[in-house]
């Protein structure tokens, strides 16, 4: 089992000045910053991050989206990291997701759900790697 996963603060959450809120939130649950940018994607790096939803039907709204503004992107560090960080963030779509999580405190909709969260150690690496260097993570 890994401990580290990576998230995003996607743009809905940064433009509403959740940023800081939801940093709050993610620590206080236990979890460290090993890696840490403030950065705004194309719609070509949106796309190649989502690659694995190319074919899915909300794949151009959701690209539109994630460039739309700035995102935090970030490792982070915990113990059963990936597992307790997607619990931490709640359901996918905010309607579903549990009372104190932060999709449930601070996302809209299912499409603009401000939180991204790994769903495998797998995923944490090739997701970590797309955004760190080396020099970049510690
Ligand atoms: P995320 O955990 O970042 O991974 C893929 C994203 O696609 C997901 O969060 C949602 O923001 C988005 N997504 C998933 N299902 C839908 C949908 N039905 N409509 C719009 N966006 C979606």
Do not use: C
């Not at 993610?26 to 989502?50: H, P, R």
């Not at 794949?59 to 997607?86: H, Q, T, W, Y």
């Not at 299912?110 to 969260?117: D, K, L, S």
């Not at 690496?125 to 993570?137: A, H, N, P, Q, Y």
């Amino acid at each position: 089992m890994s401990n580290r996963t990576f998230t995003m603060i996607k743009p809905d959450a940064t433009s509403k000045g959740y940023t800081g809120a939801i940093l709050d939130q993610i620590i206080k649950a236990g979890f460290s910053v090993k890696a840490m940018k403030w950065i705004k994607l194309s719609e070509e790096q949106a796309g190649l991050f989502y690659d694995i939803h190319r074919e899915r039907p909300f794949f151009g709204e959701l690209v539109d989206f994630m460039s739309s503004g700035p995102i935090v992107a970030a490792i982070l560090e915990k113990e059963n990291a990936v597992a307790d960080f997607r619990e931490l963030i709640g359901a996918t779509n905010p309607a579903n997701a549990a009372e104190g999580t932060i999709r449930k405190r601070f996302a809209a909709s299912i499409g603009e759900n401000a939180v991204h969260g790994s769903d495998s150690d797998e995923n944490a690496v090739i997701e970590g790697d797309f955004f760190f260097s080396k020099l970049e993570r510690f």
